[in-house]
């Protein structure tokens, strides 16, 4: 498993604003949107291409298109949802997947309540998309959901990380080369309620409102 923490001025600077209570929902919606977009050009670095030949106005060259299968984004629900554009407008040609997962408030493990994802997934790069990487259990579980059904790369997309997350991740996924976590930082430390600090508090609360 690799981790990669995206150190960039802009990152940093939506980031803040994501975290401020302060912040609407509406731009916290706007904010999500553009972090996401940020991230992805980077978590798309190894996105699977192949070579094609065009015609310029002038002459015949080559050049690369995305490899087929064509990969699968994979939001989370329901606070995942809101990184869908972001990554959308970087592989817009995507499919795709969604899988609800919420966590059990009391025990902290991941509950499966929803899945709409192709059975057999065999080659196919997979991005899956969860703003917090708080225990780490969702991502476990979507992670091992999606390398059963044949997936040949997960790549995840997390605002922010805890660290009791990421070790219970790397415990779990192992050494397995094909997964990669993408985050905008790596926060301190998961409070008694399994909430990241410093944080920007329930992801989809602040993205839809408390329902
Ligand atoms: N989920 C959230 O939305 N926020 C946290 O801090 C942890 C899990």
Do not use: W
């Not at 869908?84 to 902290?108: H, N, Q, V, W, Y």
């Amino acid at each position: 498993m690799r981790i990669e923490i995206i150190d960039h001025p802009l990152v940093a600077h939506k980031l803040t604003l994501l975290r401020d209570e302060n912040t609407p929902s509406a731009v916290f919606r706007q904010l999500v949107d553009e972090l996401v977009t940020l991230l992805a050009y980077e978590a798309t670095h190894d996105a699977r291409v192949q070579e094609i030949t065009i015609q310029t106005p002038l002459t015949e060259t080559t050049g690369v298109k995305l490899a087929e299968p064509r990969p699968i984004v994979v939001p989370i629900l329901r606070a995942g949802l809101g990184m869908l554009e972001g990554m959308s407008k970087l592989l817009p040609s995507a499919e795709i997947g969604f899988l609800g997962l919420k966590r059990d408030e009391e025990t902290l493990q991941a509950i499966t309540y929803a899945n709409r994802l192709p059975d057999d997934l065999s080659g196919r790069q997979c991005y899956v998309l969860d703003p917090m990487l708080a225990t780490g259990a969702t991502l476990i579980d979507s992670v091992n959901y999606l390398l059963e059904r044949g997936a040949r790369d997960v790549t995840c997309v997390c605002l922010l990380g805890a660290p009791e997350g990421l070790r219970n991740l790397e415990k779990a996924i192992g050494n397995r080369a094909n997964v990669t976590i993408f985050m905008a930082a790596l926060d301190d430390h998961l409070n008694e309620k399994g909430y990241i600090v410093p944080g920007l508090g329930d992801a989809g609360d602040r993205l839809y409102g408390v329902v």
